[in-house]
């Protein structure tokens, strides 16, 4: 059984999107991300202002809607889930921290640890038991009979905690939950997370402060929509990992923002080739066996789609060498004379865009080697007929029972193919089959 509890695959978010083009652009919150949480992780992530940091955790925990690509938690696509599934799934699933704690200050400490729980009509003497419990683990037992108003910052913030695991939550999420904090009491409830960390809670964070990072395992850092660096702590004491987190940090932001101003184009270059830290890889590798991920497919010397390039995550094929980023952003390498077989499929979806509604097709690719199989899903359209002959020339095996490529040499226009898909294939466009998805909102519906 996968261990993997969010998995998000190139995921887009556009606010106010620009349908007609008045513009001339989207503004990208998030561009193209992929993202892979596993049980017993505690990720932190990190950017400067406006880099999509909490944009990244709200649509990761179901509190947003991307506006493309897909989330899966707990194995469930949450686009098909309506609003009463999607608050049921929090309940099981999910306990929030923010920066704000957001305690009810008419109720008691109690009470407002007791009060997701109360809502489902917990058994009362199993959820006082409870709460006590917790209240104790959180050094706060003292306060179940107070108000929020007679506690401090960082008591309050432990109460919040606490309401946050009175359901047992498979995954905490906490965005800045040290933000209103001074620095004794944040480190206090940073302990509490890396405690909760060490005895089974999956924990996803979001923080400014690289000191506040190095309590969690690994350190995702956002630029402008997108994952720029990831890097693990592994073996390493906190007071390395924080340093690591801080070159990042500082190379990313204050370097990329004032390098025109304050040093030549050179100097930069040779500032980050001394200094710059590499993503440490993941030590299990076979990650990239575990699930589909969606690329734009690159040979490289050929000509390719830059527009797709940029909005979707490129494989780079040089040679027999194929490079790309997985969903944990680690840097992937094969050589493709390890493959020993390559099986082609197709996959609809539905583009509702009321009267231009239409189907669209893209090719599963499963490249079968010893290790195990890579499982891709290609968003080139006219250009996968290249594909398909590279693979030819290398002399790799081809298992096409759709006659993919039969179609693509016959209709070599999208649009044409699409037509052809759809009268051949009606088993992937029958209901419950095709992926749906609102063109206008370019967000998926039930």
Same mark, same amino acid.
């Given at each position: ?10 995921? $887009? ?30 990720? *932190? ?9 909490? $944009?990244?955790?709200? *649509? ?10 897909? =989330? ?53 003497? $199993? ?28 008591? *309050?913030?432990? =109460? ?13 999420? *906490? ?104 993503? =440490? ?122 006659? =993919? ?18 009268? $051949? ?22």
């Amino acid at each position: 059984m996968s261990n993997i509890l969010i998995e998000a695959n190139n995921i $887009t978010k556009v606010y106010d999107p620009d349908i007609f083009l008045k513009r001339g652009k989207n503004i990208y919150a998030l561009d193209n991300v992929n993202f892979v949480l596993d049980e017993g992780d505690f990720i *932190c992530i990190m950017g400067p202002s406006g880099s999509g940091k909490s $944009t990244l955790l709200n *649509c990761l925990s179901t509190l947003d809607k991307i506006s493309s690509g897909s =989330i899966r938690i707990m194995n469930k696509d949450i686009s098909t889930l309506n609003k009463n599934e999607l608050c049921q799934f929090r309940y099981e699933y999910l306990g929030f921290v923010f920066q704000d704690h957001n305690l009810i200050s008419y109720l008691s400490v109690f009470d407002n640890i007791a009060s997701p729980a109360m809502l489902a009509k917990e058994n009362p003497k $199993t959820l006082q038991n409870r709460v006590v419990e917790i209240a104790r683990d959180l050094e706060i037992e003292d306060l179940l009979d107070k108000f929020p108003n007679e506690c401090s910052g960082g008591e *309050c913030q432990r =109460i919040a905690i606490a309401r946050a695991l009175i359901n047992q939550p498979k995954i905490l999420v *906490c965005d800045e939950p040290t933000g209103n904090l001074d620095s004794k009491n944040s480190h206090k409830v940073l302990k509490i997370l890396s405690h909760l960390n060490q005895t089974g809670t999956t924990i996803l964070l979001v923080t400014h402060d690289a000191m506040i990072a190095s309590y969690a395992k690994t350190m995702m850092y956002l630029y402008d929509g997108g994952i720029q660096t990831v890097i693990h702590k592994h073996q390493d004491t906190q007071i390395e990992f924080f340093k690591n987190i801080n070159s990042i940090t500082t190379q990313d932001s204050l370097l990329k923002e004032f390098s025109q101003d304050v040093l030549p184009e050179n100097d930069l270059q040779e500032t980050y080739e001394e200094d710059a830290i590499p993503a =440490i890889a993941i030590q299990d590798t076979k990650k990239e066996f575990v699930s589909r991920q969606s690329f734009y497919i690159i040979i490289d010397g050929q000509p390719y789609d830059k527009d797709r390039e940029r909005h979707n995550t490129p494989l780079h094929i040089n040679g027999t060498i194929v490079r790309y980023r997985n969903q944990k952003n680690d840097d992937i390498q094969f050589d493709l004379s390890s493959v020993q077989e390559i099986s082609l499929n197709l996959k609809a979806r539905f583009v509702n865009f009321g009267l231009f509604s239409q189907y669209t097709f893209s090719v599963l690719v499963d490249l079968k080697t010893a290790e195990g199989t890579y499982l891709w899903k290609a968003k080139n359209q006219d250009d996968f007929i290249n594909i398909i002959q590279y693979f030819h020339q290398l002399q790799i095996p081809i298992d096409d029972p759709r006659k =993919i490529e039969e179609a693509y040499k016959k209709y070599p226009k999208e649009y044409e193919r699409t037509k052809y898909f759809q009268r $051949t294939h009606k088993d992937l466009i029958k209901y419950g089959e095709a992926e749906s998805i609102n063109g206008v909102s370019a967000t998926k519906f039930k």
